[in-house]
C-alpha cells in the first residue's frame, strides 16, 4: 500500500491534509509532520481542521497555517490523519473524488473502518505519527527539525508521555533519532504538559472538587458547569487531561467527565483504564467509541444524564465481567 501512496503523494501538487475533529496531539502532530514535509517537496498544502485548537500544542510550528474552512478545489489527494470514521472528518472535506482526489488514510485506530481509497492502518502503530515517519522514510525525505518536533508530539501525546502500552522499541527508536535531529524531551514537554494558564489550574480544582465514584467505585464521575468556566475564566480547549485525574483514583477502570454545553446538555467524555474497551459504549449512548475512549451528547439535568451514563457504564462492566467469569 506504501508504493501507491508513495506514488500518489510524488506524482500530486496540491493536497488536503486533515485529521479527525477536535484534534489531539496526535492527529494534530501528525498532520503538522505531514503537511510540513509536503511542503519541503514543494507541494501545496491546504492543513484543514474546523474545530478549536488544544492550547497546549498551539506553540508547534505550522499550527498557525491550519485553515477552518477548506478553499476550492480540486486537489490531487485528501490526506486524514488519524481518522477512523468519516464523520470523524470536518465538512469542509470535499465528498466527491474529483474534488478531493485519492483519499489517503493514516490511522493506527483498532475500529478504524478504512476509510480511504488508499488506507495504511497499522493499529500497532504507537501514533499516527510513527505512519507519517514511516512514510517520509519510505520516501527517501530527509526528516527536518519541524517534522521531528511534530511526531515527537505526537507519540509523546498518544502513549501517555511513554507510560501506556502502546509505548514500543519501534517508537523509542524514532524518538531517539528525533532527539538526534534536535529535539528536546524537557522543551517539548514542558511546553505540552507544564505551561498552562493560571485559569486553567483554577479550572480544575474547581472540576476535581466534583468528584463522584459510582458503580462500586469503579466509575468516577467528573463535571464541568459553564458557570466554573465562567467563575475562573476558563474555556473548553483547556479540558484536555482532566479526566485522568478521576482515572487515576485507585480502583477506577472507567473515568467520565460531562460537560456543560447549554441548559440540560452535557457532553460526556469518557476514559478506559485498558480492561475494559469502550466501542460499545459510544453506540449505547448515540455517540463515538474505541478501545480506550467513548464520548457522546446527553440531554437532561444532570443528575439524570448522570444515571443514564452510569447505567451504560454499568452494562458494560456486567459484559466485561461476565467474560471473565
Ligand atoms: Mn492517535
Redesign the pocket.
Given at each position: 500500500m506504501f508504493d501507491l501512496v508513495v506514488e500518489v503523494i510524488r506524482r500530486g501538487r496540491r493536497f488536503l491534509v486533515t485529521m479527525h475533529r477536535d484534534p489531539?496531539g496526535?492527529?494534530l502532530g501528525a498532520s503538522l509532520a505531514l503537511a510540513c514535509a509536503l511542503r519541503e517537496m514543494g507541494k501545496e498544502v491546504v492543513h484543514y481542521n474546523p474545530d478549536p485548537l488544544p492550547f497546549n500544542f498551539r506553540f508547534l510550528s505550522g499550527v498557525n497555517e491550519i485553515t477552518r474552512t477548506v478553499p476550492v478545489g480540486p486537489f490531487d489527494a485528501t490526506i486524514a490523519c488519524?481518522t477512523p470514521r468519516m464523520d470523524w472528518l470536518g465538512e469542509g472535506v470535499p465528498k466527491s473524488s474529483e474534488k478531493r482526489g485519492v483519499l489517503i488514510n493514516l490511522d493506527?485506530?483498532k475500529s478504524s473502518q478504512e476509510i480511504g481509497d488508499l488506507n495504511v492502518v497499522d493499529p500497532d502503530a504507537a501514533?499516527?505519527g510513527v505512519l507519517v515517519y514511516r512514510l517520509l522514510k519510505e520516501m527517501g525525505h530527509e526528516i527536518s527539525l519541524n517534522v521531528a518536533w511534530a511526531i515527537y508530539a505526537s507519540i509523546l501525546t498518544?502513549t501517555g508521555s511513554f507510560r501506556y502500552d502502546s509505548t514500543d522499541t519501534e517508537c523509542m527508536r524514532i524518538c531517539a533519532e528525533l532527539i538526534d535531529a534536535g529535539v528536546s524531551p524537557w522543551q517539548l514537554s514542558s511546553n505540552i504538559y507544564e505551561t498552562q494558564p493560571a485559569s486553567r489550574l483554577k479550572l480544575l480544582s474547581k472540576v476535581l472538587s466534583t468528584l463522584e465514584l459510582a458503580q462500586g467505585g469503579r466509575l468516577a464521575i467528573l463535571t464541568v458547569t459553564r458557570r466554573m468556566l465562567e467563575e475562573t475564566g476558563g474555556s473548553l480547549d483547556m479540558l484536555d487531561g482532566f479526566v485522568n485525574h478521576a482515572r487515576s483514583v485507585e480502583g477506577v477502570e472507567i473515568a467520565l467527565i460531562l460537560v456543560e454545553q447549554s441548559e440540560n446538555k452535557y457532553h460526556a467524555s469518557f476514559r478506559s483504564r485498558g480492561n475494559v474497551e469502550l466501542f460499545s459504549l459510544g453506540k449505547r449512548l448515540n455517540g463515538r467509541g474505541t478501545a480506550h475512549g467513548a464520548s457522546a451528547c446527553l440531554t437532561g439535568r444532570l443528575s439524570e444524564v448522570k444515571q443514564r451514563a452510569a447505567h451504560a457504564v454499568g452494562g458494560l462492566f456486567e459484559v466485561a465481567d461476565a467474560a471473565v467469569a
Open positions: 489531539d496526535d492527529a488519524d493506527h485506530h501514533s499516527a498518544d
